[in-house]
């Protein structure tokens, strides 16, 4: 079962799924790349650059570094712009264990290769077992999940015992 989730970006889609997970998940530690919104994070539990309003669950902890992030984790999740996804991950990549599940929450291809997320995925981390590389993907927005709006979205898996465990992760009354 996972239970243990590093989500790497804190921008506004980021901070929601961590967020979210945080009443699921047993540990959730959110990489943000900004010093002052980590800063804010952890001094007012609240994201105001890119989620403001939206009161931040006192279990989530925001981290500045990928060694803090993914130490002891069984989740990875990328919710990084499509344009870095592949530069946060290969800056990452020394801390990625391979017992690990990698799953993207980025919208969009890679600009230059047309790669979708996993594809950049499986070229970043060469030998990753592609049974653990997953993907959210659906009609959502940040602000409408931050407030509990229901909305249902798509976990893709080649693993059927992942996927049935990440649905089972996100899964909440609001976000099936």
């Known amino acids: 079962e996972i239970s243990k989730v590093a989500v790497i970006g804190g921008g506004s889609w980021g901070t929601t799924l961590a967020n979210l997970l945080c009443g699921k998940a047993k540990e959730v530690d959110l990489w943000v790349r900004e010093p002052d919104v980590l800063e804010q994070i952890r001094s007012e539990r609240t994201n105001h650059v890119f989620l403001p309003g939206v009161e931040?669950?006192?279990r989530l902890r925001p981290v500045g570094t990928f060694e803090e992030a993914l130490s002891g984790k069984?989740?990875?999740l990328m919710v990084v712009p499509s344009h870095v996804f592949r530069e946060v991950?290969?800056?990452?990549?020394?801390h990625f264990q391979p017992h690990m599940c990698l799953m993207a929450a980025t919208k969009g291809i890679?600009?230059?290769t047309l790669m979708m997320m996993s594809q950049v995925a499986e070229d970043v981390l060469p030998g990753i077992n592609t049974g653990r590389v997953a993907?959210?993907?659906g009609p959502s927005f940040a602000r409408?999940?931050?407030r509990k709006f229901p909305?249902?979205?798509?976990?893709a898996c080649r693993d059927d015992t992942y996927a049935k465990s990440l649905q089972r992760l996100f899964y909440t009354e609001y976000f099936r």
């Open 74 to 76: 069984d989740l990875v």
């Open 89 to 94: 991950l290969g800056r990452l990549k020394e």
């Open 56 to 58: 931040l669950d006192a």
């Open 144 to 146: 409408e999940v931050s």
């Open 135 to 137: 993907c959210l993907a």
């Open 151 to 155: 909305t249902a979205v798509t976990i």
């Open 110 to 112: 890679e600009n230059d």
